[in-house]
């Protein structure tokens, strides 16, 4: 919202490559007699469409622009398989795909392809202006792309050539950069219809902070670093080795652009940049990428192109096709990743842990008010199927709860909400050290709330494998659920471990706490 308007806080780029793709689906709507609110699946489905067209297209370019190179028809088409199949840019060519990501990377590949076109000419080119105007009206950092021109152009005499054509032959030049504008130009008419002004900045409050850079959180991070989810970004920076050998002038562009790229990207104010698959904002840069991986592969020594290509087919791409997986079903969480919980799940599968992570982090909440209940599990206090006390093994003190391999419930609290110290409760947490006989424990910490009637409210099991990593080992296990409000005296809370089958289980210290949340 601005002062004069309401405006599209994104960028007409993306809607414009889109409308093709919409209108043929509308079209098809109105004919078939559909939905025609933009919505329905024939739309979805048409975009989709469209999102594979454009990755089809920007392949096409970036395979022209390699071979114009000189590079090894083989070593392009593997360059090719790998940037798609070993990063993130799969997830987004094929899930979410009305991102702005694919299409940028068609974009800049376009006009990679349009200004090595220029450069033979030693020209200025419409079609690389508008598509320079293109990538800027799809994402305006791809203005980067500008640092790559002394790499498109091969030679500084073409660069001065370009300039010469702006400055002192503009005749030459006017219509290229007229059509690069008018492009550009889509935009501020859009703003001055929607707010009256040409220029808006519709980001509001967001913005850049030049001066603390999160490089280390963006390229390491176990949340969205992109070495870390995409570990063939790092393989691939060899590949600018072989190309300042192969033009110095090139390896300065392309090395100015990646680090200029890095710095902008790890200076926005949100570094993660929210929800995503690894770190959706390098994708602009994979095209350039896809070249130096070309290079690297196109090297002469058999042994480096032997390494990267068992290491890129056995381990880069099952990587991101099993972590696409895992993003998808909810086992890798859309952000906040910790380093524990990245091994935690690291190449598994298992469905308890979809939406674990989430759990984990409702665990951090604060009860404001709350009514806690412990139990040193030493004496019997009034909860339910204490005869599981035993003296063989404590925490501390001289007693723990214990579940052998046949018995499904442990030791159970179980009381109505008239019975505590709160009125009302929105959350409740279960916490308190266990320990586990053998690796792999199938225990279950169980949230059971029924109304008077005994009907039930919640029923909710959370896994404590997700904690309890180690066996013969006392580990601290805790779990918070959030609860729709119960305010009613006669609703019953129960809370207790349960499983069916593996290792046995003591249990100590355990404490529950029924509250409301901040």
Do not use: C, H, R
């Given at each position: 919202q601005t002062e004069n308007g309401r405006v599209n806080k994104y960028y007409c780029g993306v809607a414009l490559l889109m409308l093709p793709f919409f209108l043929i689906a509308h079209?098809?709507?109105?004919?078939?007699?559909?939905?025609?609110?933009?919505y329905s699946a024939i739309y979805q489905i048409s975009i989709a469409v469209g999102t594979l067209f454009y990755l089809y297209l920007g392949l096409l370019f970036l395979s022209s622009f390699m071979k114009n190179l000189g590079l090894k028809e083989w070593a392009i088409t593997v360059a090719l398989i790998l940037i798609v199949m070993a990063t993130n840019l799969f997830y987004y060519a094929t899930i979410e795909v009305s991102m702005s990501h694919v299409y940028s990377f068609f974009g800049v590949s376009a006009f990679m392809l349009a200004s090595q076109s220029a450069a033979k000419k030693r020209l200025l080119t419409v079609a690389m202006t508008?598509?320079?105007g293109l990538i800027l009206l799809i994402r305006p950092t791809n203005v980067l792309a500008i640092l790559l021109l002394p790499f498109l152009a091969s030679t500084w005499s073409t660069i001065t050539l370009w300039f010469q054509a702006i400055f002192k032959q503009f005749s030459k030049a006017i219509i290229p950069i007229l059509s690069g504008l008018s492009v550009i130009g889509i935009q501020l008419v859009i703003y001055k219809i929607q707010t009256g002004n040409w220029i808006v900045f519709s980001y509001g409050g967001e913005g850049f902070d030049f001066s603390d850079p999160e490089l280390f959180n963006v390229l390491l991070s176990f949340r969205k670093g992109w070495f870390v989810y995409t570990p063939i970004a790092v393989v691939t920076l060899f590949g600018l080795i072989r190309l300042f050998r192969h033009n110095l002038a090139m390896g300065i562009s392309v090395s100015a652009y990646l680090f200029a790229s890095t710095y902008l990207i790890s200076s926005w104010w949100d570094w993660s940049y929210g929800g995503s698959f690894g770190h959706r904002a390098f994708i602009d840069t994979?095209?350039?990428?896809?070249?130096?991986?070309?290079?690297?592969?196109?090297?002469?020594?058999?042994?480096?192109?032997?390494?990267v290509s068992i290491v890129s087919f056995g381990f880069f791409v099952p990587l991101n096709l099993f972590q696409t997986f895992q993003y998808r079903t909810g086992i890798l969480p859309t952000d906040h990743t910790t380093e524990s919980w990245y091994n935690t799940i690291f190449m598994k599968s298992d469905m308890y842990l979809v939406g674990q992570f989430d759990r984990l982090n409702i665990s951090k909440k604060t009860l404001l008010e709350s009514s806690c209940i412990v139990h040193e599990m030493e004496e019997p206090i009034g909860w339910g199927n204490e005869t599981q006390l035993t003296k063989e093994l404590a925490h501390q003190g001289f007693g723990s709860g214990y579940m052998n391999e046949n018995e499904m419930y442990?030791?159970?609290?179980?009381?109505?909400?008239?019975?505590?110290?709160v009125d009302s409760a929105n959350a409740v947490t279960f916490k308190g050290w266990v320990n586990s006989e053998g690796a792999g424990t199938k225990a279950l910490m169980v949230l059971n709330i029924a109304d008077s009637a005994g009907n039930n409210i919640v029923w909710e099991a959370y896994p404590?494998?997700?904690?309890?990593?180690?066996?013969?080992?006392?580990?601290?296990?805790?779990?918070?659920w959030s609860i729709p409000l119960?305010?009613?005296?006669?609703?019953?809370?129960?809370?207790?471990?349960m499983k069916e089958g593996g290792p046995s289980l003591y249990y100590d210290d355990m404490e529950i706490c029924v509250g409301l949340t901040q």
């Open positions: 079209l098809l709507s109105i004919i078939g007699g559909m939905d025609t609110g933009g508008m598509s320079f994979y095209p350039i990428i896809a070249v130096l991986l070309g290079f690297l592969l196109s090297a002469q020594y058999n042994w480096v192109i032997i390494a442990g030791v159970t609290f179980n009381s109505t909400l008239g019975n505590l110290s404590i494998v997700v904690q309890v990593s180690k066996a013969n080992e006392w580990v601290f296990v805790e779990n918070t119960i305010n009613n005296p006669g609703t019953v809370i129960a809370a207790y471990f």
